[in-house]
C-alpha cells in the first residue's frame, strides 16, 4: 500500500512563505511523476505543480509562476513545494499526487496516488 503525506501546510501573511512536504513510503518514487493539485472550497481540483520523472522538467500553472518551485529529493522518496510570495487565492487544500505511467499531465484523473491534502491558508 502506497502512502503519500503531506506536511507543512498552515497560515501566513500575504507575501509570506510555506514549503510544503509530501514523504512516499515507496521505493520506486524515483520513478513517478509528482505534482501538487490544491482545492478550494466550491472549487474543483486543480493543477498547481508537478516534475517529470527524470527530475529534469518541472511544470507551472501560471498563477504561481515565478512564486512556487517544486523539487524532490530521491534519497528521502519526498517532493517539495517551496510557495513564496502567498496570495490569499493561494488558500486551499493542497495534495500531492503521484504518477506511475506516462507523460505529465495536468488533470487529476491520471494520477495513481494521492496524500490526504494539507491546508494552507494567506490571510490579506
Known amino acids: 500500500q502506497v502512502q503519500l503525506v503531506e506536511s507543512g501546510g498552515g497560515l501566513v501573511q500575504a507575501g509570506g512563505s510555506l514549503r510544503l512536504s509530501c514523504a512516499s513510503s515507496?521505493?520506486?518514487?524515483?520513478?513517478?511523476?509528482m505534482a501538487w493539485f490544491r482545492q478550494a472550497p466550491g472549487k474543483e481540483r486543480e493543477f498547481v505543480a508537478a516534475i517529470s520523472r527524470n527530475r529534469i522538467i518541472t511544470y507551472y500553472t501560471d498563477s504561481v509562476k515565478g512564486r512556487f518551485t517544486i523539487s524532490t529529493n530521491n534519497a528521502k522518496n519526498t517532493v517539495y513545494l517551496q510557495m513564496n510570495s502567498l496570495k490569499p487565492e493561494d488558500t486551499a487544500v493542497y495534495y500531492c499526487?503521484?504518477?506511475?505511467?506516462?507523460?505529465?499531465?495536468?488533470?487529476?484523473?491520471?494520477?495513481?496516488?494521492w496524500g490526504q491534502g494539507t491546508q494552507v491558508t494567506v490571510s490579506s
Open positions: 515507496s521505493r520506486t518514487f524515483d520513478n513517478w511523476n
Open positions: 499526487a503521484a504518477q506511475a505511467v506516462g507523460l505529465v499531465v495536468r488533470t487529476p484523473g491520471p494520477y495513481d496516488y
